[in-house]
T-cell receptor, first 113, second 111 residues
Framework: AQSVTQLGSHVSVSEGALVLLRCNYS??????LFWYVQYPNQGLQLLLKYTSAATLVKGINGFEAEFKKSETSFHLTKPSAHMSDAAEYFC???????????FGTGTSLTVIP | GAGVSQSPSNKVTEKGKDVELRCDPISGHTALYWYRQSLGQGLEFLIY????????KSGLPSDRFSAERTGGSVSTLTIQRTQQEDSAVYLC?????????FGSGTRLTVV
């Protein structure tokens, strides 16, 4: 079975500060992992994905995430927050055998000027 | 098309009526997913299609919900006898090789 836990439903950071959004997963098979961003009244946009290549994955808008098998984590980071980063962020896991795609409950990021 | 298209973008319906939500995936994408996003909630998986078949329907919340996909392309999610708790944003995603793209969703309001 696969599942995703996102710690912290709301995260606030100051503009220019480090962004860290946490994601832990459980998977009975090697997972593929994803981060999506949802801006208000919009659909989900893929930020980045891990599909068993490099463990440090770089995505769009300066975000990156590191797959740590020993910690079953896939935390999302960005060195310097921008006001435009304010959005809802979702972590997702999929078994590398295909089929279902499981999402976490989301983390709402607020950027304080 | 360039992206996943969902229609209508907004739907207000009376309790007890049936509704159909449409998803036009990106051409060539074999996988198609339906999710539901309720206010303040995460994304709830509804159903997954691979081609025209649905190997995983486990997320459909009741027998009032059904979905089909024809020609390996367009999918329709049907909700019969809508209830107020069905109010949500219904999102469709398509993809292949783990590149999934979401549509902007259909916001369903049951009054």
């Amino acid at each position: 079975a696969q599942s995703v836990t996102q710690l912290g439903s709301h995260v606030s950071v100051s503009e220019g500060a480090l962004v860290l959004l946490r994601c832990n997963y459980s998977s009975s098979v090697p997972p593929y992992l994803f981060w999506y961003v949802q801006y208000p009244n919009q659909g989900l946009q893929l930020l980045l994905k891990y599909t068993s290549a490099a463990t440090l994955v770089k995505g769009i808008n300066g975000f990156e995430a590191e797959f740590k098998k020993s910690e079953t984590s896939f935390h999302l980071t960005k060195p310097s927050a921008h006001m435009s980063d304010a959005a809802e962020y979702f972590c997702a896991v999929s078994p590398n055998t295909g089929n279902q795609f499981y999402f976490g409950t989301g983390t709402s990021l607020t950027v304080i000027p | 098309g360039a992206g996943v298209s969902q229609s209508p973008s907004n739907k207000v319906t009376e309790k007890g009526k049936d509704v159909e939500l449409r998803c036009d995936p990106i051409s060539g994408h074999t996988a198609l997913y339906w999710y539901r996003q309720s206010l303040g909630q995460g994304l709830e998986f509804l159903i997954y299609f691979q081609g025209n078949s649905a190997p995983d329907k486990s997320g459909l919340p009741s027998d009032r919900f059904s979905a089909e996909r024809t020609g390996g392309s367009v999918s329709t999610l049907t909700i019969q006898r809508t209830q107020q708790e069905d109010s949500a944003v219904y999102l469709c995603a398509s993809g292949r090789n783990y590149g999934y793209t979401f549509g902007s969703g259909t916001r369903l309001t049951v009054v």
